[in-house]
């Protein structure tokens, strides 16, 4: 059917500034496109298409406008760039009816979005179509989702396998890596993702994704404090105003070096809410949760109470972190999040920590949030909190993304940072409301506790997959590291995978504006020159280049913030010696301090070695990285 409908259709070329993304638009009776990069064919005819309850829409096109667009963009919390170039080309299609699709391509990928302009007030969308067919049997980085009813944490355990091994029962959230024979790496993401449900592909069709949606849900039991058991449903995927834009489907274009400078994501997604900026401050975090409040060498009790936590805001303060985290626990219950534990003085904590120049952040379920929010953060802005960490929200509707921008919103008016967890990806929230700083939806470290999947092959996998839609809260900084046949799961006294090389790399190659340091005070100040060293590493960067990288394997990543470059190499399991030639610094020396395996971190994980050098513009130095390694070298101008 769709082959019959390209015959008639009539075809509208689009292509890059640079010429090697190239995007054919067919529009007939169905509306669809191709897409080639460097001249190897990436997208076969692939139908899009919305569709509304009770309206349809004509496919006449009455008009077609192009325009290039070539302008800077400055980011308020840079992840990758302060400064970020927009540089593509624009073709608009607009149809009788009062609807429209935009399509771009950009030197580095392709997007599209559907526009409406309706007399209705409000319209019901039943669906949308975002067909992806491959001209090729790709290896696809996969998360074998199940749950029918789109419940999830997208905490995936992502699995490589081509796109015909995909079976129809396990669908994938976004985005979804993958790499043609040819070895182009490709990625499927969306942005400014507002008013709308979020994307989930399907396979089961040999080389064919398609889409498909959460309906919106009208109704749920609460199984737990947290956890809901799905038992109405619409039969739309969204209710929404009848003028507005959609969210952009990006598919980003290149090679694995190049995806880790990639920023669609965020180009993509809607400028800031406000210009009331300033009082927003990036940083580290401290987190008890995953150390289990165990800290030692104190004359107290350690647990939830007042001196546990002023000992974090201690190390908070003498290390230069910005916030401590006071996770599930600090409240006298999980739905009661207004009143604070009786074991502990909240006022007395947050007193002592502003006296320290430290931020108290604190955590909250989604649950009485959604019930409360304007009291509960009036609540929080009173008691001179910083921000909040909101949790286990794990649905994907439209219903849960407005939540998810109610949150963004009513904190920002009250200048509070949140950190979503339990969440799905950033999808444009991170940059309209910059306080927005980081979201889990990530498998990240604290299933170290509890897994063995947290190895360093998968540290290297999600910079090409999750970490592509923004920042990333994988919660790093584990001061015991363990080899391969080291590691064990321990909930009380966790350990990491991989060398202290490994994590330090981690801090200067992950993104997160709000970064934390996952380990007990205790260990850190048992570890002096470690912690120090991850606490001198900023968490946002005036500009991103990325030196080398094969995804699955290792990475090589350059980031300045002002004058001074970090650089970092991560190592899966296969130790490697790699070099990093500095044809990115400025003019003049740079004194380099250098984070490096030791002699002996194959077997002891902890070994490491802290080297100091004079280095210049064009220096060539050796990049050496054991079994599960790392490398990091900070380099300042010498003054």
């Known amino acids: 059917m769709l082959s019959a409908a ?41 139908r899009i298409a919305l569709d509304f309850k009770d309206k349809e829409l004509a496919p006449s096109v009455r008009k077609v406008t192009r325009r290039s667009i070539d302008q800077l963009h400055h980011a308020v919390v840079p992840v990758k760039a302060r400064e970020v170039r927009e540089n593509c080309n624009e073709l608009r299609l607009d149809f009788r009816g009062g609807w429209a699709v935009v399509f ?26 975002a067909d992806y067919v491959f ?37 994938a959230y976004l985005p979804v890596s993958m790499k043609t024979p040819k070895g182009t790496r490709l990625v499927i993401t969306e942005a400014d993702m507002f008013d709308y449900p979020n994307l989930f592909l399907f396979g089961g069709q040999g080389q064919t994704l398609v889409s498909e949606y959460p309906q919106v849900l009208l109704d749920y039991d609460m199984r737990t404090d947290r956890d809901v058991t799905v038992t109405e449903k619409a039969d739309y995927i969204a209710r929404t105003k009848g003028t507005r834009t959609y969210p952009w489907r990006i598919m980003t274009l290149g090679d694995d070096r190049s995806l880790l400078e990639n920023n669609l994501s965020w180009l993509l997604s809607s400028k800031e809410y406000s210009d009331d900026l300033d009082w927003l401050r990036p940083g580290k975090i401290s987190w008890e949760w995953w150390a289990m409040l165990n800290v030692y060498g104190v004359d107290f009790k350690a647990g939830v109470n007042t001196d546990t936590y002023k000992y974090y805001v201690d190390f908070a303060a003498d290390y230069g972190l910005e916030y401590i985290l006071m996770d599930e626990g600090w409240s006298a219950s999980t739905l009661n999040v207004v009143e604070p534990n009786p074991e502990l003085d909240l006022a007395e904590i947050i007193s002592y920590a502003d006296s320290k120049g430290v931020g108290v952040v604190l955590w909250t379920l989604w649950t009485p949030m959604m019930k409360d929010m304007e009291n509960i953060l009036d609540t929080y802005r009173d008691w001179g909190v910083k921000g909040i960490k909101i949790d286990f929200m794990q649905m994907n509707d439209q219903n849960m993304v407005n939540f998810y921008e109610d949150v963004a919103r009513e904190c920002f008016e009250r200048h509070l940072l949140v950190d979503y967890h339990g969440a799905f990806k950033p999808a444009g929230l991170q940059r309209k409301y910059p306080n927005a700083m980081t979201y889990e939806g990530v498998y990240g470290m604290e299933h170290d506790k509890c897994s063995y999947d947290i190895s360093p092959e998968h540290d290297l996998v999600l910079p090409f997959t999750r970490m592509v839609a923004g920042p990333m809260d994988y919660t790093p900084g584990a001061t015991i590291n363990a080899s391969k046949t080291d590691f064990r799961e321990r909930w009380e006294h966790p350990m990491s995978q991989g060398t202290r090389a490994h994590q330090a790399a981690i801090f200067v190659a992950f993104e997160s504006p709000l970064m934390m340091m996952c380990d007990s005070p205790s260990n850190y100040r048992r570890n002096e020159e470690y912690a120090r060293f991850l606490a001198s590493i900023p968490t946002v960067w005036d500009e991103t280049v990325a030196l080398d990288a094969k995804a699955g394997d290792y990475l090589l990543i350059a980031r300045r913030n002002g004058d001074t470059w970090y650089v970092a190499g991560l190592n899966d399991w296969n130790g490697r010696k790699l070099e990093v030639t500095l044809d990115f610094l400025g003019e003049g020396e740079y004194d380099a301090q250098i984070f490096m395996d030791g002699v002996n971190a194959d077997s002891w994980g902890e070994d490491y070695k802290l080297e100091k050098t004079v280095v210049s513009k064009g220096d060539v130095l050796p990049v050496r990285m054991a079994d599960g390694g790392g490398w990091v070298a900070i380099l300042k101008p010498v003054k």
């Open 135 to 171: 001209a090729e049997d790709n290896d696809v980085y996969w998360a074998n989702e199940k749950s029918p009813e789109f419940i999830t944490h997208c905490e995936a355990f992502f699995k490589e396998m081509k796109l015909s091994e995909i079976v129809k029962e396990q669908y």
């Open 6 to 46: 390209i015959a008639s259709a009539k075809t509208y070329d689009l292509a890059s500034p640079d010429g090697k993304v190239k995007v054919c638009i067919e529009a007939g009776a169905e509306l669809a496109y191709t897409v080639s990069f460097d001249g190897e064919q990436i997208l076969a005819p692939s």
């Open 104 to 129: 771009r391509a950009y030197d580095d990928g392709v997007a599209y979005r559907f526009e409406t302009s309706f007399k209705d007030a409000e319209v019901y969308v039943a669906d949308e179509t």
